[in-house]
């Protein structure tokens, strides 16, 4: 089997690995805080020292980073993975990143002879956990049909979105569109507040009609009970705004609605909530 080096073994990364093992791949890892990756070496992985000694041995890089200086240091440094990987080889960034790096990866992979996927995902924690991430693929066709088995390993709804970037852009869809219906659900329930509800009462009622999503189907029920754990970091969702307010400037497009999300959510780091998960948006409303 194609020997796997999974790069980045956070709060998502980890399950991700895991499931690749389970499917029988032989999987080396790295992450720079490396007790994050124990429990993946206890399961058989093989701890690494540096991306470019995981990559140097793989056929396929996995990688899942925080920020786009993360991922064009370790795809684009002088030991980055891109000198390591072999012609013919697959790297593979599942991080949110911008859509323009993306591209500035592929160009260098192909003069390489190295097939590069820019694959973000959605789906928190808990679709890394269960294997049902929805991702989101840039590149080329023939790279994304020899990447699908892995991709399958890890997620369950899995869309070519067309070259090197659209899978970058359109995670930047998908959290445009969350961005803008956090601060609704925060706004309904302060209102349910005001008016003397019962937030979990109304829950039960909106969340299964036309007002319902994941957003409030799976995180109002943690931010209700005062769990502002991370399945997905409110730095990391700043960080994803800003890239798409960045993009749509170079577009010459407006998105009133994402910036206004964006100030709050730093407000939240701000006040030291950076490393909560982004229901603590609702803290903001609720605590009013």
Request: proline share 3%; hydrophobic share 45%; charged share 20%.
């Amino acid at each position: 089997m194609q020997k796997i080096a999974f790069i980045g073994t956070g709060v998502m990364g980890a399950s991700m690995a895991g499931h690749l093992l389970d499917k029988g791949y032989p999987v080396s890892v790295y992450n720079r805080t490396r007790s994050k990756a124990d429990g993946l070496v206890e399961a058989g992985a093989v701890w690494k020292d540096s991306p470019y000694e995981a990559a140097e041995e793989a056929d396929v890089v996995v990688t899942i980073l925080g920020y786009p200086s993360d991922v064009e240091s370790v795809y684009l440094g002088e030991r980055g993975i891109l000198s390591a990987l072999r012609p013919g080889g697959l790297a593979i960034d599942m991080t949110t990143s911008s859509p323009s790096l993306a591209r500035s990866i592929e160009e260098v992979a192909s003069r390489r002879g190295i097939g590069v996927l820019d694959a973000p995902v959605s789906g928190g924690d808990l679709g890394a956990r269960e294997a049902r991430l929805s991702i989101m693929v840039g590149g080329a066709r023939v790279d994304f049909e020899r990447a699908l088995p892995l991709l399958e390993a890890m997620g369950k709804n899995i869309v070519y979105q067309g070259e090197a970037g659209a899978g970058q852009h359109t995670k930047m869809c998908n959290q445009i569109a969350i961005a803008g219906g956090m601060v609704a659900i925060g706004e309904s329930l302060a209102y349910a507040q005001k008016a003397g509800l019962d937030a979990e009462t109304v829950l039960q009622s909106i969340a299964a009609g036309a007002a319902g999503s994941w957003s409030m189907s799976n995180l109002v029920p943690r931010a209700l009970k005062g769990d502002y754990a991370p399945g997905f970091y409110v730095k990391h969702f700043v960080k994803d705004m800003k890239i798409a307010l960045e993009s749509a400037e170079e577009m010459q497009l407006e998105l009133p609605g994402l910036a206004m999300a964006k100030r709050l959510y730093e407000q939240l780091v701000a006040s030291g909530s950076g490393d909560e998960g982004t229901q603590a948006l609702f803290r903001l409303f609720l605590e009013r």
